[in-house]
Each structure stands twice: as structure tokens, then as C-alpha cells.
């Protein structure tokens, strides 16, 4: 895992590529009662709220017994839906890959719905989670199938590699998951099931590892934010993914730009009594690009609080793209650091540098208005314009972004369009235009 450096406001740095959310050990001293980290095996241990170092047994619940593995289940309801978070245990001795379907029943004993769903490879002693998805709300009672098989050949289990830290903070828990194991592993993704003092399921959560593709490299750390229910006692974690023995299944799409190719500046400004973060991605590389850019905000303690991730379509060779996040807690952040995960774009081609704009502000209705012209030979398409507006010392004051397109949502060559985004507050001294558009 590559060692990460901190960003400054309007700070220019060189990141680590290829990784989103990398991470270096937490270092620090760490209070229960702000911040408590909590490490143990992803095989659906329980971890308590109120005494992290408590392992609390397993909650009672109806298990089903197949021939070599386990399974139960619990089922949640919201306003449109009903879901149901199955788990499954392999109790055999040989390595099992198993399908599954449910059926979904109302208190009438009529069916409500069914779905269907692929569990992850499972070595002895492993466990897993799928959820299945009814749209109707009245479902009371779930039957599952399971048709377990022994492995293909070409998939290779995983769960015991991962290891999982999750760090509690005000509402919210901050999880961790590095990849032990020698092998890249694709598709991870994380069910976080949420319990009562009293064993009841009372909620659950749903989260997305890695880069682009979901894939996390040998000994490499990704970062996800869950928000809690407001009463919980204690929150279990199951993890899957795939991981192929040919590896090559994920060399796609991988490119040969390093670390050095990417150049990121930071902003902080105040919007609406909060502070909002941007970084300006500038692709130095000679490739064309999709990023996915993560942000993780640490304390003045250096521990980790707040995590976050969005995607730029396509950056290409000298362009520029931006990221935008906000935190709700924004004044807990001391500092923060940005990762990429980057991927080979095919698909669409980037046509910023055949683009032309001019910009007005219009003082009899608070607005800032912004033309785009197409100097190309053929249409444009996603014409993104972000506008960074500065005071005389260079500070950033306000962020603003919008969509410049016809009714077709394409500019056609030659034509130009305009929209406009409302301007208030101090007036800016100088502003910067970052145009991002694409063609197919």
C-alpha cells in the first residue's frame, strides 16, 4: 500500500494512482468516547456500540440447514419495499459457490415477490450476506432456495483475507477493509445489519469497495461511511466479492499511467454556514481517462471521521475535471486527503479542448451567465461547466457548475448555448472556467 501525504488548501500535490482511499495505520491517541476503532475477521462477527472490545454472541434467529451450510435471514420493510438480508454459512469441509432465490409471502400466504442472487465463493467456516429486493411492502415472510455447488475452478475464496476496521464517530461509522490476500479481489461490496439490545434486527446498511470495478489490490485499503440508526446496540458485517484465480479477468482496462501523472489542487470555502471541498484533477498522462476521487477527513487528532467518493467521466491528456464533496460536519475536519482510482476510457472521447466560452455577470438579476461554443466538426455532448470564483488573494469564495446544452443535450458544431448560475455574496476579483464534455 502506497504511503499517502495530506492536502493543504489550494496546495498542489502528486497523488498515488490507482486506489482510492488508500490509508496509513491510524496513529494518535484514540478516546473511546469520540473515536474508537474496532478490528476482527469479516465473518459476521458482532461488534458492540457501547464497549467496542465486546464481542457480543450471535443474536437468536431461525437457522435453516442444508447439506454442508447454514442460513437465516432477516427481513426489513420501508415506505415502497420490503428486503431481506440472507445469510449463509459454510459448514462443510470442501469450498462451496452457491446460487439463490426467494420467495416473498404476505401474512394471506400469497406471494408477494421474488428475486434471485449469486453468493460469493465460501471456504469452510466462511459466511456471506445477498439481499433480495421485493417491491411490495406487504411481504411477512421470506423462503429461500439455496443450490450450492462445489467451485468451477476459476474462482478463489477470499473472506478470511479481508480484514475490517471500523472506526464509531457521532452517528456514523467509518469502515475499512484491506485485502490480505496475494490476489486482486473485484466487486466487493459490504451488508452492515444494525440490532437492538434485545437481538432485533433494526436496520441495515449497504456499502461499495474499491476503485472502479470494485476492485481492491493485494494488501491495498478502502474506506466506506455508513450512517447508524439512532438506537443501536451493537451491528454485524458480512462481506462479498470475487476473486478470480486468472487474474487477468482484471487487467482490463488497467493503464500504464503512474502516480506522477496526475496533478490535484484543493479549495475550502464556506457555502450556507458550511465549508465545501473541490479538488481540480489535471491529467499530465498522455492516456484518456475515467476517475472515480475519494476524500477521507481526519480530526486534528489524525483520526480518520468522514469518507466520500464521486466520479469524472473522462479527464483527457492536459485536461482538467472536478470533484466536489460535502460534510455536514465540515467543521470537525481538520484536514483531508484525496485519492484516485482511474481506469482506460473507450467509450467516449473527450472534447473539451475543441470548446470556447465567455462568461458575464448580470447585476440586475444576480446571475452569472455562460456561453459554450463548439468549435469542432461534430456535436458535443455533456458539456459541463464549473466555475471557481476567487477574491484578490487567490481564495476560492464560491464554486459554482452547470449543464450547457441544447434540447438534445448536445451542442451541434459550430453553435453555441448558454445557461446561467446565480451569484450572491461578496463580489469575486477573477474566476476560473474548467469545461468537461464528451462525444461518442
Not at 236 to 255: E, L, N
Not at 332 to 346: G, Q, R, S, T
Not at 374 to 381: C, F, L, R, S, W
Request: with cysteine.
Amino acid at each position: 500500500m502506497k504511503r499517502l501525504m495530506p492536502l493543504i488548501l489550494t496546495m498542489c500535490i502528486f497523488l498515488a494512482g490507482c486506489g482510492i482511499y488508500r490509508i496509513k495505520d491510524v496513529v494518535g491517541d484514540i478516546s473511546p468516547n469520540d473515536f474508537v476503532p474496532q478490528r476482527y475477521e469479516p465473518n459476521g462477527v458482532s461488534v458492540s456500540s457501547t464497549d467496542p472490545d465486546t464481542v457480543v454472541t450471535d443474536d437468536d434467529h431461525d437457522v435453516n440447514v442444508g447439506n454442508g451450510y447454514e442460513y437465516w435471514g432477516y427481513l426489513f420493510h420501508n415506505r415502497y419495499s420490503s428486503e431481506y438480508v440472507c445469510v449463509v454459512k459454510n459448514t462443510s469441509r470442501q469450498t462451496l459457490e452457491l446460487e439463490a432465490n426467494a420467495i416473498g409471502y404476505s401474512k394471506s400466504g400469497n406471494a408477494a415477490g421474488a428475486d434471485q442472487g449469486r453468493l460469493t465463493i465460501l471456504a469452510p467456516g466462511e459466511e456471506t450476506a445477498v439481499m433480495f429486493y421485493f417491491s411490495s411492502t406487504e411481504v411477512s415472510d421470506v423462503k429461500v432456495e439455496l443450490y450450492p455447488s462445489t467451485t468451477n475452478g476459476y474462482l478463489d475464496p477470499f473472506i478470511s483475507d479481508m480484514e475490517i476496521e471500523d472506526f464509531v464517530y457521532d452517528g456514523r461509522i467509518v469502515e475499512r477493509l484491506t485485502n490480505k490476500k496475494n490476489k486482486r479481489i473485484s466487486a466487493v461490496t459490504t451488508i452492515m445489519v444494525f440490532f437492538d439490545t434485545d437481538g432485533n434486527p433494526i436496520g441495515f446498511e449497504h456499502g461499495d469497495f474499491g476503485g472502479i470495478g470494485g476492485i481492491i489490490d493485494s494488501k491495498e485499503s478502502f474506506v466506506e461511511q455508513y450512517e447508524t440508526p439512532k438506537e443501536y446496540d451493537h451491528y454485524k458485517v458480512y462481506v462479498s466479492g470475487w476473486c478470480y484465480i486468472d487474474q487477468s479477468r482484471t487487467d482490463r482496462d488497467r493503464p500504464s499511467s503512474t502516480d506522477d501523472d496526475f496533478e490535484v489542487t484543493e479549495y475550502v470555502f464556506n457555502r450556507d454556514k458550511e465549508k465545501n471541498r473541490i479538488a481540480v484533477i489535471k491529467n499530465n498522462s498522455d492516456e484518456i481517462l475515467t476517475f472515480m476521487v475519494g476524500i477521507i477527513g481526519y480530526d486534528k487528532k489524525g483520526q480518520m471521521i468522514s469518507a466520500d467518493k464521486t466520479y469524472i467521466s473522462v479527464i483527457g491528456p492536459g485536461e482538467e475535471g472536478v470533484a466536489e464533496f460535502y460534510f455536514f460536519d465540515e467543521f470537525d475536519i481538520d484536514h483531508a486527503e484525496y485519492h484516485l482510482d482511474y481506469k482506460l476510457e473507450n467509450y467516449y472521447v473527450p472534447m473539451a479542448r475543441y470548446t470556447e466560452y465567455s462568461c458575464e455577470y448580470l447585476p440586475e438579476t444576480s446571475e452569472f451567465a455562460v456561453s459554450v461554443t463548439n468549435t469542432a466538426d461534430e456535436p458535443i455532448q455533456q458539456v459541463y461547466a464549473h466555475v471557481l470564483f476567487f477574491d484578490e488573494n487567490d481564495n476560492l469564495i464560491k464554486y459554482a457548475s452547470t449543464y450547457v446544452m441544447g434540447d438534445d443535450y448536445t451542442i451541434a458544431p459550430g453553435a453555441t448555448e448558454s445557461d446561467s448560475i446565480y451569484y450572491y455574496g461578496d463580489m469575486y476579483d477573477h474566476y476560473k472556467v474548467i469545461i468537461e464534455a464528451v462525444a461518442n
